[in-house]
């Protein structure tokens, strides 16, 4: 049973009449790749019960009390409908040696789990192995934001594990090189 998606309750600048000329895309989507990431994948099962997964580099802590993480995924996303139908998700966050794996879920197709090592956790919903930390959410709220659909869980369970992430910028995979000190 889908949710139903949460009312804007501040008034949007975004959806006033366009003032300015629209950005490039190309050069805009260059600077927001400049904001260095980490690299999660998304998952959920889809109204079928098949495990559904995808590459996210928008997931950000949102609050400790309550505990609530958040994450955008484009309006063309193939697994749109499966996050708009599903109560929960988990937030799978990348080591840096899984970039494969980023790969694999950063692409539209039905067979993403094959050749996956996952159990399933709260809900069912697969929890990937290998990872850095997981959060498993129930879903609290959906909002549509210009091309892209913005999910707000909060965390019912977590886990982490010592290691390095993956890191996500200008288009390119990374790890930390160093860590400075002060
Ligand atoms: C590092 C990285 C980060 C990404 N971050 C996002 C994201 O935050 N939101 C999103 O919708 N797509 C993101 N994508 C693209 C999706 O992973 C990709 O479009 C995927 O094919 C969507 O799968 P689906 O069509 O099965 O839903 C990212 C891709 C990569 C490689």
Redesign the pocket.
Known sequence: MGIPMSKDTFSDADALPDSLPAPDQRELRNAFGRFA?G?CVVTTRDADGAP????????SALSLSPPLVL????E?????A?FEQAERFAVNVLSAHQHEV??N?????AD?FRNQVWTPGLGDVPLLGGTLARFECRRSSLLAKGD?LLFVGRVERFSYDDGNPLL?SAGQ?GEMARALSE
């Open positions: 990431t690299v559904v997964g995808v590459t996210v580099n928008s997931f994450w955008c995924l484009a063309t996303a193939l697994s749109r499966a980023s790969k879920f950063a692409t539209s197709r993403k892209h996500f995979y």
